[in-house]
């Protein structure tokens, strides 16, 4: 069982790497997107600065949905996900797996760059750490509640518009929580209770996200 | 799942005799509904005094906090038969929860809504993002996935299955939303203008509250359960009783019913 | 020495698949109903009928991927839905091959038997797609194939898995002669094995001994 | 009357569709090399070869969508590549159905009409539908149908063009047997009345005169 | 000809008006995105008008980007795209028909909703209609560039996954533009100079982009 689930994670990675430029593409408007806030808001480096956690969350946030329409939907049109369904092991672990494979591809690179961003926003030392660290946390959580809703609209017309307004309320709180540790940190202020949240946050949606995407998956398969 | 659990009170809500049920019912809910609206709105207009600060413009607080409230109330109805419907698939659950919701997003547009025109006055722009009206946005584009996703498959049944499946999602994220929207706020100190805690309220002000409150409950109902009926119609088809329900000649038999009783439940035991 | 092994495997010869009551329903259509049969060791169920007469669906059902208006498919006296055991001895080819575009089909077997938990090694891999007449074509994505060949591939798939059930939709659909006939001879030798088979097919089945047809009226 | 009709056309028998010396290769591989043939109205062609031989990559060569790597093919004298005038008087149906999943079968009839410029009626729509059996499917989205049924979607838009040239590959695919002899039936009509069909099958033809055969081999 | 262009145009207007449901998805997604901003950056109202400009025309282009990932890539893969090949109108032409249609489907309810957004951000007046304005001129080139982006995805087999890296970078002088431009209008400054280039990439695109993506797709079919 543990050798099925390496497989799928390895070969989702394998195959999003085959296709380098989705990945490309997923990180290519994170940067940009960063790169943008100073022309939108001018050079005034406090400005910038104060505006730094929110904006490097936000277009984390906006990354991942851009990558998410294609998570199931490759698999669902080829039939590779009846074939998914009809394996020996639970379709939810299966999922995790995947999911997995769709953060180290996604997610991880995000993570990595951000405190080189956050440094051309004007953020310095231990905040970048924690900007880093916050975005670890927050981002499989992205990942999770994405895949809920991507799952959710497979098969239904009108996707990824749909999958957006489905999924964007849901990821309000880590949006909140992630850019709100950010923010502490560069005030001095007491980050742990945001990490907690995260943390938590992180627990809770592990083991109920798959659930929910593996029955989402069933229904759309039915 | 595997195994077929049953509620045996449900068996009494087989359609013919929900359709009979909603057809004695709701005259008497629409009825109730305007009583208190008319009662309501008297005295919030005219027994109710003006607030020392606001003046009249305050009044317009006896339709916008109970929209607001319904609003949440009808989200959480919302997930409970979503749940119902799911969990012992019961077919008339999804029904009541997909009527539910175009009420919902309706009554909490019209809180937003009279909320913003509360505003102009009070704060002197139509719009701030305060934590409180931030979540009731959200609020709204959980009732409008929940539409647009049951609405997007053209399996009922299915669309039904996963919109369902959504609103329960959405029902464990609603209470996280909640609280860190609210922290959000309380985060950032800039702003300059929050919703101000109601009134200190005057009696007679707490009443008209309380018969709005009721009428628009009692109005959420009667709009719920009609649109209940006509989808339950809609989905049994071709059955006996939904062709003679059609033509207005629903009688009092409780033997017809043979294809109706699969409307209630997904799978004969 | 087949027909030996079938009197020997006689006395095995319990049903394992065991279908009651089934009735199907899409689009508030009821497709069928009330349908009853069971599978032993050794037998081969042909599915026949119209286009759109809910053949896929029933396969379906069987696979425990559409879960029926009423009825139960049991396998070994469990029902198969979302049944994770059932899973390990089943095979299923849909109309979707189930192939990944962007992998070799040496990297679709490899990954395949990696999902299934079973392990095949490359000289096994590259046997049984020899045997397909997949040899050149091994290493070269399947989205530059032909169709004849992608079905090929989800066949060589079945050939490594060691699944006992194989539930085969339309198999036969883009073979050529050569390859149809060689598909009949190992659906032969799977039934004298002691498998089974659940196929539907709009061309005449040659080759195979004595199959029990379904018909799907409408 | 058919036949009557045959020999009136007699007269302009001249050969429209003209191909010398084609050579087309993939992934480096000589599929095949200096084919020539010529196809003239009523003439039928037969595609025959092993799976992965090279007959989609003709198919496709002759609708000008592949271009050969040697030889050209040309319609009424003008080569075919990219040719707009030739692409009203052809008809393809590859192995890929071309149907939109998202819409329903009639609303595909009518966008594939609008975009060939031709105006179909919702009546002729709602009658060819009918022919092909998608009476009560015509209103449900392609994506819930079954494979035959999506199949005969895109026959349905075959009979409603007036293209001269058929192009089929593997027409039967998916098929029930009645519609396998209908389509038969609407081949055979569209040869005598003066149109041109190259097709490919696996299965044998049958209720068509004198097929002229292609063998491509490997 | 003429006539051929119209009716497809008409016919795939006609077609995402019955759906309406897409496009109300797509209002429901810009708005989200909306409101992400300041649930990232916080409520300061003039924060937030500083942002307005970028916020609402990168919740645009990613709107597009989202809707036109797919543009092909089903077409393609059902093969309703060689169907397209073979008939009588050149493939540019269907091409910039289709293109219009989905500009009708999703920048224009974009443009015609962007003021009551750009409201809620704090953007007054003459300022709203500077960015109804932009957007109605910046949209096209969207999805333009965007429809190129994705039919180069198609030729995997050549460089085009590469080129269409480079569509990113394209779209960028568009999305400075076109907030450049409101935030001129914010300060008072001179916002024709933004319109005029505005204008002149959609002149260059407008005729070159239906080249370009039916060549592209032509290398992919091949
Ligand atoms: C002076 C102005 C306002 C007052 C005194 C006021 C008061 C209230 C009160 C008492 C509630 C019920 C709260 C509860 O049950 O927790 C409420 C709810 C709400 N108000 Fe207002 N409101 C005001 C202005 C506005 C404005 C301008 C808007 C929107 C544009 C708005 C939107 C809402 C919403 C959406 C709710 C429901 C959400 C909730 O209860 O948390 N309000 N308001
Ligand atoms: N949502 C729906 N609304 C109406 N009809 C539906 C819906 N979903 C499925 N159907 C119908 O259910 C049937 C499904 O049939 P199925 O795919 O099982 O056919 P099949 O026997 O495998 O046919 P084929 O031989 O063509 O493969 C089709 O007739 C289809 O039209
Ligand atoms: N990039 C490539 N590298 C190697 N081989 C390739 C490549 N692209 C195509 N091919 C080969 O070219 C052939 C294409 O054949 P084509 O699809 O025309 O076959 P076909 O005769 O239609 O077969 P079928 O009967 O299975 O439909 C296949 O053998 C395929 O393996
Ligand atoms: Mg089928
Ligand atoms: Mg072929």
Same mark, same amino acid.
């Given at each position: ?222 | ?269 | ?14 049903? =394992? ?196 047809? =379904?018909?799907?009226?409408?």
């Amino acid at each position: 069982m543990r050798r099925a689930l390496w497989t799928i994670l390895w070969r989702d990675v394998g195959l999003v790497v085959t296709r380098r430029q989705d990945v490309l593409t997923v990180v290519a408007f994170f940067v940009i997107v960063i790169m943008l806030f100073p022309l939108a808001v001018g050079p005034e480096p406090e400005i910038l600065r104060e505006l730094a956690p929110g904006g490097v969350w936000l277009a984390a946030v906006l990354a991942h949905l851009l990558a998410l329409d294609r998570l199931f939907a490759d698999d669902w049109r080829d039939g590779t996900l009846e074939q998914l369904a009809v394996t020996p092991q639970p379709l939810a672990l299966i999922v995790l797996a995947k999911l997995a494979a769709h953060w180290v591809a996604i997610g991880l690179p995000l993570v990595l760059l951000s405190p080189v961003l956050g440094y051309t926003l004007g953020l310095h030392g231990a905040t970048l750490g924690v900007l880093a660290a916050s975005l670890a946390l927050g981002t499989p959580v992205l990942v999770l509640l994405g895949a809920t809703g991507a799952a959710l609209t497979l098969g239904v017309r009108g996707g990824g518009a749909l999958m957006a307004l489905l999924i964007l309320p849901l990821i309000v709180p880590v949006l909140i929580l992630g850019s709100g540790a950010v923010s502490q940190a560069i005030y001095g202020g007491d980050i742990l209770p945001y990490f907690y949240l995260l943390a938590a946050l992180l627990a809770l949606a592990l083991p109920l996200a798959p659930l929910a995407i593996s029955a989402a998956l069933r229904i759309a398969l039915d | 799942m595997a195994t077929d659990r049953s509620i045996p009170w449900f068996k009494f809500l087989s359609p013919p005799a929900f359709h009979q049920l909603v057809d004695r019912l709701v005259p008497w809910l629409w009825g109730g509904a305007a009583v208190l609206a008319v009662a309501g709105l008297y005295v919030g207009f005219f027994v109710a005094p003006p607030d020392y600060q606001q003046g009249n413009s305050y009044r317009i607080m006896f339709i916008h906090v109970p929209a607001a409230w319904m609003g949440m109330l009808i989200y959480l109805l919302m997930a409970m038969y979503a749940i119902i419907h799911l969990a012992w698939r019961v077919r008339l659950a999804d029904v009541m929860a997909r009527s539910l919701a175009p009420t919902g997003a309706l009554m909490t547009a019209l809180a937003l809504w009279t909320g913003s025109l509360w505003g102009a006055p009070t704060w002197g722009t139509y719009w701030v993002w305060d934590a409180r009206l931030t979540s009731s946005l959200i609020l709204l584009f959980l009732f409008l996935g929940y539409l647009a996703l049951h609405a997007a498959a053209s399996d009922r049944e299915k669309g039904g299955r996963a919109a369902s499946l959504l609103a329960i999602v959405g029902a464990v994220n609603v209470p996280i939303i909640y609280f860190s929207v609210k922290w959000w706020n309380t985060l950032h100190q800039g702003i300059s203008v929050t919703v101000a805690d109601a009134p200190s309220m005057a009696p007679s002000m707490f009443s008209a509250l309380l018969l709005m409150t009721f009428a628009f409950w009692l109005y959420a109902a009667a709009v719920g359960l009609r649109r209940a009926q006509v989808e339950a119609l809609e989905r049994s088809g071709d059955a006996e009783w939904a062709r003679r329900a059609i033509l207005g000649r629903v009688t009092n038999e409780p033997g017809g019913t043979k294809t109706g009783d699969t409307m209630i439940r997904g799978r004969r035991g | 020495m087949s027909g030996l092994k079938r009197e020997a495997s006689g006395v095995a010869k319990r049903p =394992l698949l065991d279908v009651s009551g089934l009735a199907c329903r899409r689009g508030g259509v009821d497709l069928f109903s009330q349908l009853d049969f069971r599978l032993a060791p050794g037998e081969f169920l042909l599915v026949k009928g119209d286009n759109g007469c809910g053949k896929t669906t029933l396969l379906r059902a069987l696979c425990g991927l559409t879960r029926p208006v009423a009825g139960v498919v049991r396998w070994r006296g469990e029902t198969v839905w979302a049944h994770d055991a059932f899973a390990s001895e089943l095979h299923y080819i849909g109309h979707r091959e189930g192939v990944k575009d962007e992998l070799t089909p040496l990297e679709n077997l490899v990954v395949y038997g990696g999902l299934r938990d079973e392990r095949y090694s490359e000289a096994d891999c590259a046997e049984v797609l020899a045997e397909v007449g997949l040899m050149e074509a091994s290493v070269v994505p399947v989205r530059y194939l032909s169709q004849g060949q992608r079905r090929r591939c989800a066949l060589a798939r079945m050939l490594l898995s060691p699944a006992k059930l194989w539930i085969l939709d339309e198999p036969y659909n883009a073979l050529d002669q050569a390859a149809v006939a060689w598909l009949s001879n190992k659906v032969r030798d799977h039934l004298l094995g002691g498998g089974m088979v659940v196929a539907t097919s709009h061309q005449p089945v040659t080759g195979v001994p004595d199959p029990r047809v =379904l018909e799907l009226g409408r």
